[in-house]
């Protein structure tokens, strides 16, 4: 049961990456691969910072800003040099990957017993159970902020930029400079991912965004499939249905291992799942013509 | 109300495939006309169009809009006098928001788009006015998202959105080209109705001889990237539809 446990709370550590990927692939229509390197200059960050004893509040508005400023430059890139968005975003990534070692001085950064946000507050006597409260709390006031900007006539307008740009043009907006904004915000999401993860495992760790894009494209398609089944238009729902992809994505994973498959080939049963929840309603559909 | 001056525009210059889609124009439209552009495929109506919306900077030349020197501006900028329907009706509107959604963003297509909510039930009772004026039934399907709505049904809607915020020049770049004749119909007497009642600047672009016999104070025609005959309102009156039919001749 604890294994699950750790499952739910790992979804939750990475709910930040799913609403992320959410307004940069389902919003903005743009594949934002920076991903990988602003999640662990998120947890570079933490590591650092906690590890010089800043308090954890402080940590996180430091965390929020780096990872918008990385997703700012992938947007940068992508729009004012019109260079393609998959690799505006790889070039961001790899460029990262050498800022953040810089940034740890090491490959790993132990936290030990350093105050983090689990241990800010005690809620419960169950440190674990003290850990599923306080992510709740924080991941829900995310969702609560990213609902509410997507509600405003700012969200509208990046709704309609990644939807009909020449008509969001006209009206007004200028695209550029909303896709930049919205990569930003996505990133800054994506790093408070990797603030969460940190504190939650007890290290920062260099290797520790490899691949970790799919963990919220997976999040995403899960929650686009009941979207779609449901033909589900509020934002809200979208959303938690989002944050509900991102826990089913641990939960599958916590199954494959409780089921005895080797952890080395984990990335590899990462793929095929996402991959068939891709294809499951498009096999399906094929049939049905 | 707008002013063009021996604008040319030349795509790919010194290259293999170089265009020169409008090669001198000097245009002068006045406030509240009507001008309706003809001209076959390649003549240059769309890209002076975009000239005047901004989506097409011009290589050489001016372009004034309201006395604003505007050549440089680019097109979101712009909107604040101009509103455009395109020939697409997906350009026109975003098909994964709801009428709700799009009409918010044409109603303050002026104004910056801040963070506070501006979807209030004032502000749908007013767009489910505004919508009833069509008659289409729509009024009642404002929650829906955009996309499940016929072309013709999205071009009206454009139409409407084009006059939610203040708006001094409209143009419509073949706007019932993707439309079948009834619906054509329909959005060719609303745009003229909007057109009559706010006294907007309009440029209509057709290959419908028979709306700019029709619609509008004065018929241009291009060729070539220049314009080849230029009538205006005294003298469109006189004109047949065989007329325009002898231009293509």
Same mark, same amino acid.
Request: proline share 2%; charged share 15%.
């Given at each position: 049961?604890?294994? *699950?446990?750790?499952?739910?709370?790992?979804?939750?550590?990475?709910?930040?990456?799913? =609403?992320?990927? *959410?307004?940069?692939?389902?919003?903005?229509?743009?594949p934002d691969i920076t991903?990988?390197?602003?999640?662990?200059?998120?947890?570079?960050?933490?590591?650092?910072?906690?590890?010089?004893?800043?308090?954890?509040?402080?940590?996180?508005?430091?965390?929020?800003?780096?990872?918008?400023?990385?997703?700012?430059?992938?947007?940068?890139?992508?729009?004012?040099?019109?260079?393609?968005?998959?690799?505006?975003?790889?070039?961001?990534?790899?460029?990262? *990957?050498?800022?953040?070692?810089?940034?740890?001085?090491?490959?790993?950064?132990?936290?030990?017993?350093?105050?983090?946000?689990?241990?800010?507050?005690?809620?419960?006597?169950?440190?674990?159970?003290?850990?599923?409260?306080?992510?709740?709390?924080?991941?829900?006031?995310?969702?609560?902020?990213?609902?509410?900007?997507?509600?405003?006539?700012?969200?509208?307008?990046?709704?309609?930029?990644?939807?009909?740009?020449?008509?969001?043009?006209?009206?007004?907006?200028n695209t550029d400079r909303?896709?930049?904004?919205?990569?930003?915000?996505?990133?800054?999401?994506?790093?408070?991912?990797?603030?969460?993860?940190?504190? *939650?495992?007890?290290?920062?760790?260099?290797?520790?965004?490899?691949?970790?894009?799919?963990?919220?494209?997976?999040?995403?398609?899960?929650?686009?499939?009941?979207?779609?089944?449901?033909?589900?238009?509020?934002?809200?729902?979208?959303?938690? =249905?989002?944050?509900?992809?991102?826990?089913?994505?641990?939960?599958? =994973?916590?199954?494959?291992?409780?089921?005895?498959?080797?952890?080395?080939?984990?990335?590899?049963?990462?793929?095929?799942?996402?991959?068939?929840?891709?294809?499951?309603?498009?096999?399906?559909?094929?049939?049905?013509? | 109300?707008?002013?063009?001056?021996?604008?040319?525009?030349? !795509?790919?210059?010194?290259?293999?495939? /170089?265009?020169?889609?409008?090669?001198?124009?000097?245009?002068?439209?006045?406030?509240?006309?009507?001008? &309706?552009?003809?001209?076959?495929?390649?003549?240059?109506?769309? +890209?002076?169009?975009?000239?005047?919306?901004?989506? &097409?900077?011009?290589?050489?030349?001016?372009?004034?809009?309201?006395?604003? $020197?505007?050549?440089?501006?680019?097109?979101?900028?712009?909107?604040?006098?101009?509103?455009?329907?395109?020939?697409?009706?997906?350009?026109?509107?975003?098909? $994964?928001?709801?009428?709700?959604?799009? !009409?918010?963003?044409?109603?303050?297509?002026?104004?910056?788009?801040?963070?506070?909510?501006?979807? #209030?039930?004032?502000?749908?009772?007013?767009?489910?006015?505004?919508?009833?004026?069509?008659?289409?039934?729509?009024?009642?399907?404002?929650? /829906?998202?955009?996309?499940?709505?016929?072309?013709?049904?999205?071009?009206?809607?454009?139409?409407?959105?084009?006059?939610?915020?203040?708006?001094?020049?409209?143009?419509?770049d073949e706007p019932t080209?993707?439309? $079948?004749?009834?619906?054509?119909?329909?959005?060719?007497?609303?745009? #003229?109705?909007?057109?009559?009642?706010?006294?907007? +600047?309009?440029?209509?672009? +057709?290959?419908?001889?028979?709306?700019?016999?029709?619609?509008?104070?004065?018929?241009? /025609?291009?060729?070539?990237?220049?314009?080849?005959?230029?009538? #205006?309102?005294?003298?469109?009156?006189?004109?047949?539809?065989? #007329?325009? !039919?002898?231009?293509?001749?």
């Amino acid at each position: 049961m604890d294994f *699950y446990l750790t499952a739910l709370l790992q979804g939750l550590c990475f709910s930040g990456i799913a =609403l992320g990927i *959410y307004i940069s692939m389902k919003i903005f229509n743009i594949p934002d691969i920076t991903t990988d390197g602003s999640y662990t200059l998120g947890g570079a960050f933490t590591g650092v910072l906690l590890l010089h004893n800043q308090p954890t509040y402080i940590v996180l508005p430091v965390v929020i800003f780096a990872g918008a400023i990385a997703g700012a430059l992938t947007g940068i890139i992508h729009t004012k040099l019109k260079i393609n968005a998959l690799l505006a975003g790889i070039l961001v990534m790899t460029a990262l *990957y050498s800022i953040n070692l810089k940034l740890m001085g090491r490959s790993n950064i132990p936290l030990n017993s350093k105050p983090t946000i689990f241990s800010l507050l005690n809620l419960v006597n169950n440190p674990n159970q003290n850990t599923f409260w306080i992510l709740l709390a924080f991941v829900a006031l995310i969702t609560l902020i990213i609902g509410y900007l997507l509600k405003t006539d700012f969200g509208i307008a990046m709704r309609a930029t990644g939807n009909s740009e020449s008509m969001i043009r006209a009206l007004g907006v200028n695209t550029d400079r909303m896709k930049i904004t919205g990569l930003a915000i996505a990133n800054a999401l994506t790093a408070t991912s990797g603030y969460l993860m940190t504190q *939650y495992q007890g290290f920062a760790d260099i290797s520790m965004g490899i691949g970790i894009v799919i963990y919220g494209l997976g999040s995403v398609i899960i929650a686009e499939a009941f979207i779609n089944w449901f033909r589900v238009t509020s934002i809200w729902l979208s959303l938690v =249905l989002v944050l509900f992809g991102a826990i089913i994505f641990q939960f599958v =994973l916590a199954f494959t291992l409780s089921i005895g498959v080797d952890a080395t080939l984990l990335k590899l049963v990462t793929a095929v799942f996402v991959l068939l929840i891709v294809s499951l309603p498009r096999l399906t559909y094929n049939r049905s013509l | 109300m707008i002013d063009i001056k021996n604008v040319h525009k030349i !795509f790919n210059k010194g290259k293999a495939n /170089q265009v020169d889609a409008v090669n001198g124009i000097d245009l002068h439209i006045n406030t509240g006309e009507f001008v &309706v552009v003809i001209g076959s495929n390649g003549s240059g109506k769309t +890209t002076l169009l975009n000239l005047v919306a901004g989506s &097409v900077i011009p290589s050489s030349g001016t372009v004034s809009i309201d006395g604003n $020197d505007v050549t440089n501006m680019p097109d979101y900028k712009r909107s604040q006098w101009i509103a455009r329907v395109f020939q697409n009706p997906l350009s026109g509107t975003a098909s $994964d928001l709801s009428i709700l959604d799009n !009409f918010r963003l044409a109603a303050i297509r002026t104004k910056s788009k801040g963070l506070s909510i501006g979807v #209030d039930e004032a502000f749908k009772k007013q767009v489910k006015e505004k919508i009833a004026t069509l008659g289409m039934g729509l009024e009642n399907k404002i929650a /829906q998202p955009m996309g499940t709505l016929s072309g013709g049904q999205r071009q009206a809607l454009t139409l409407l959105m084009s006059i939610m915020d203040t708006c001094q020049v409209l143009l419509l770049d073949e706007p019932t080209a993707a439309l $079948d004749p009834r619906s054509a119909d329909v959005v060719m007497k609303t745009a #003229d109705k909007l057109v009559k009642d706010f006294k907007l +600047t309009s440029i209509l672009i +057709t290959h419908n001889l028979k709306d700019a016999y029709n619609y509008g104070t004065r018929i241009i /025609q291009m060729g070539e990237g220049v314009i080849l005959k230029d009538v #205006d309102a005294a003298h469109k009156a006189k004109l047949t539809q065989h #007329d325009l !039919f002898d231009w293509f001749g």
